[in-house]
């Protein structure tokens, strides 16, 4: 049966949107796999005539710690993420099933929160790490974003989904309060902590403003700053195990993705119910 004109329309666009999202991925792979020669032919061409992907990632480990690198990011990313759940789950539940005076008001701060970006409050965040003595650590590249306000919204958009009953439920069997947003809540928010996790996750590896702000050591670089190093101190205009080093940095935020890609979907489509 033939597709009407609007969808065949709808899909092309579709198609061609991810065609110019994928175009840098497609050309950074492309690139990784080709020899140095090839690189910089004149004769533009995607598939290598030479496969050198192997060799590119030799060289990109031979010449940065890329393993080291990718430890830092897990160990930020994870601790992050974490310390955020631990704050953000208590929050949402207050805002979303307790009753109590000025609880909208409290809301609405959080909301305007979002709109603070992180770089307005770089420097007094700065100066309390470097009073404190923190700089230069894994603490001053976790503590500053133990708090998500759009965490605490996420979740509290997902938790007026759940029914009363089931909180209700669980005060008559004596839970605590505290027992409820770990027992209860927690189990129900899976698929919102998911999507909350891929936003978190993705945000933090990929930052890069402020490691560079509070790092000197290069033992504790992160991803990011990976790369840039590499860029200026190892690889030059060697782009083949350039783009390697970059691909490596990549992949497990595209492995993530993949495997999470359905509670992420799900959490994003139940926290917009309410």
């Keep these: ?38 690189v910089f032919s004149s004769e533009l061409h995607l598939i290598p005539h030479q496969f050198a992907l192997w ?3 030799r060289e990109a480990f031979a010449k940065a710690n890329l393993l080291r690198f990718l430890i830092n990011g897990v160990i930020v990313t994870v601790s992050i993420f974490v310390l955020q759940v631990m704050v953000a789950l208590p929050a949402a539940y207050a805002l979303a099933k307790l009753r109590f005076f000025g609880r ?16 307005a409050t770089a420097i007094p965040v700065f100066l309390l790490l470097h009073e404190v003595g923190l700089l230069d650590s894994y603490a001053a590249l976790v503590l500053p974003f133990t708090i998500s306000v759009f965490g605490i919204f996420l979740m509290r958009q997902f938790f007026k989904t759940v029914p009363d009953d089931l909180v209700d439920a669980a005060r008559m069997d004596g839970i605590s309060e505290f027992g409820i947003v770990w027992r209860v809540m927690l189990p129900a928010a899976i698929p919102a902590v998911t999507a909350f996790g891929i936003f978190s996750v993705v945000a933090h590896w990929n930052d890069y403003f402020w490691p560079l702000i509070v790092l000197n050591s290069e033992q504790l670089r992160t991803p990011p700053l990976a790369v840039a190093h590499f860029r200026n101190n190892e690889a030059g205009t060697s782009y083949g195990p350039l783009m390697a080093a970059a691909m490596v940095i990549i992949a ?10 359905r509670r992420f979907i799900e959490g994003i489509t139940l926290t917009g119910i309410k």
Excluded: Y
């Design 55 to 57: 060799d590119n990632l």
């Design 104 to 119: 909208e008001t409290l809301f609405a701060l959080v909301l305007f929160g979002i709109l603070i970006p992180p770089q």
């Design 1 to 38: 049966m033939a597709l009407p004109l609007h969808a065949v329309l709808r899909h092309v666009l579709l198609i061609a949107g991810a065609a110019i999202m994928l175009a840098p991925f497609i050309w950074m792979i492309s690139t990784a796999s080709k020899p140095q020669t090839e």
């Design 252 to 261: 497990p935020l595209v492995i993530a993705f993949l495997f999470a890609q």
